[in-house]
């Protein structure tokens, strides 16, 4: 059995989204088992709709739930939330393997430091989704908003950390890692960025493959991007939005005249692909990487598909052996050269 | 006569496709004046392919070029150039009222700073194309790369820029301006976000709504979108990316199986207008604002109707009065107590 816990609480669509998420994952990997925070009674009336193994799904109660306008740092303090609890749980007891939650952003990341804790050596965790990209893959982006300033050094150990997750969550094999720049030349961007080229470039651990910019996030030119928090983010949302303006064009054009109906009967698959193309919820949400155990952030609009490809994917990190991948590139790479501009 | 110039040298496909562009907006518009600058054997050659009044068009012959793999501030002594020998007329002959290039980004901008001259009281010019978005307009996002590093002092004027650009260039009035951050939240974002957010929030002469993420870019939510040079970048390529993601797999979905080919004859219309949604070319390149007149970076990969489509937006650029539109904004609005981090 490999136990998850789930923010059954988190998210704009909880608990409704949650639970039902929940149980289609639990019902698609029969080695599950699913252990829910949240206010019991509100869950167990959201369980009573479904059909799923009762022995491997239960409810932790949590009275008190963190909302969107919560402090982070105020909001860990309610050990009775659904998110904190979870925490709690996932740090005392060894053999829970993962949290998700599509809880607060900040309060996840609070609380994953504070009460869970960083794998040993790592400076700061980083916020990764897996991006679609044309060649039908995951394009990883770190990080998307955990660290709004970032030195070399934590660039450097994203790369580390970027890899793992894509050897570990995905299969990737030597994957290429490139840094999210204003341009492909060795000398483009800020000094934050040319520091970090030079030591990309001399570090053992990584595939390197130099500079790279935003249209090849989507391109799937590299298969880690590796971003400083705020421009991840920007590019992340950028892309959310372009995806997010092509499928409303779409569903208003192909229903705009009676031949454009007529032609969508016909397309239909085809468009259905394309949908898929774009859904940036397909790969499971962002994990939060970088911490003793992984824990998935998912969107806050997340649907009941979106929270079981999470769970899924929290599932298939544990099972690549995502943290031990991680402790042991920190062993065998020596990042000490990599000092920051500012202590330098 | 309005007295355009094009770098007819410039971009992957010159001169081909910035002589056609500028034979199809000549014959658009009848009040321009076009002088091609380029070698002038090859322009005159790819001008005989095509009907123009020959009274509005005239050649300046540059028989140098300057390529991607030029270092710009190198670049910019060869007067003979088809960029340089542009800027140096641009600068000296008063009724010259706008450049239009799809050469390299970096002379383009080391030339419009040393030849031509910023607007007095502009500390940088910033580049700013125009971003289709979901309501069927614009918006505006700049800096989108000639400053890699940015102050808050920055920031405000290319609120300033960008507001008079919306006005003059597309007739929005009263545009609203948004701060790119990684959050709508007012403190959110690193030191430099979160003070400029507080002079925004102070300025005079812009209509300042607060911050805004990525997403909101295409969704339209704002008019002028306000960003350093770097993440500015990274926005506007990675929705590249996106548009340029979408349109492959429409390409290779509509054309898969029988019944997606027999939907497409249907969906003709629907799927063209689509496209259009998302051609990033259609509003006519990136404008170098900040500058003593109009300087229009076309793509490098510009097709005939992108170099057009950016000479029709340099003419209705100054049909708008850009240039005194921005002095006169420097002049009302005080930005002197935008002093920066760094000096504070």
Redesign the interface.
């Known amino acids: 059995m490999i136990k998850i816990l789930v923010d059954a609480m988190g998210g704009d669509n909880a608990p409704y989204a949650t639970v039902a998420g929940a149980v289609q994952a639990l019902n698609k990997d029969k080695e599950l088992y699913l252990i829910l925070t949240g206010r019991q009674a509100e869950v167990e009336a959201e369980l009573k709709k479904y059909t799923y193994d009762k022995s491997r799904l239960e409810i932790v109660d949590c009275p008190d739930v963190i909302d969107m306008n919560d402090i982070p740092t105020e909001a860990i303090k309610r050990k009775q939330s659904s998110l904190i609890a979870a925490y709690w749980m996932l740090k005392k007891e060894e053999d829970i393997r993962a949290f998700v939650t599509a809880g607060s952003t900040g309060a996840t990341i609070v609380g994953g430091q504070l009460i869970l804790g960083r794998i040993r050596g790592i400076k700061r965790p980083a916020l990764c989704p897996a991006i679609p ?2 060649r039908g893959g995951v394009t990883l982006l770190l990080d998307c ?1 955990a660290n ?2 970032c030195k070399s050094s934590m660039l450097c150990q994203f790369a580390l950390l970027g890899s793992a997750y894509a050897t570990a969550g995905f299969g990737i094999q030597n994957p290429k890692v490139g840094l ?1 720049n ?2 492909t030349e060795e000398h ?4 934050l ?1 040319q520091q970090t080229y030079k030591y990309m470039k001399q570090m053992q651990g990584i595939n390197f493959i130099g500079n790279i ?7 799937g030119d590299c298969d880690v991007a590796v ?1 400083d ?3 991840g ?14 499928l ?3 569903k208003k ?2 229903s ?2 009676l ?2 109906k ?6 239909r ?3 259905k ?2 949908r898929t ?2 859904d940036f919820d397909k790969f499971g949400g962002a994990l939060l990487l970088g911490l003793k155990k992984p824990v998935i952030k998912s969107h806050g609009s997340s649907k009941p598909v979106s929270i079981a490809n999470s769970i899924a994917n929290a599932a298939s990190i544990y099972r690549g052996n995502l943290v031990p991948k991680v402790e042991q590139l920190l062993e065998d790479v020596d990042l000490s050269f990599t000092v920051d501009n500012d202590e330098a």
Do not use: H, W
């Open positions: 990209n044309s908003g709004a300033e999210l204003n341009g483009k961007g800020d000094p960025r910019e935003g249209r090849d996030i989507m391109m971003a928090g705020f421009s983010n920007v590019a992340l949302k950028s892309m959310e939005g372009c995806g997010k303006l092509v409303g064009v779409m054009e192909f705009a005249t031949s454009s007529m032609g969508y009967l016909f397309m698959k085809a468009i692909k394309m193309q774009l």
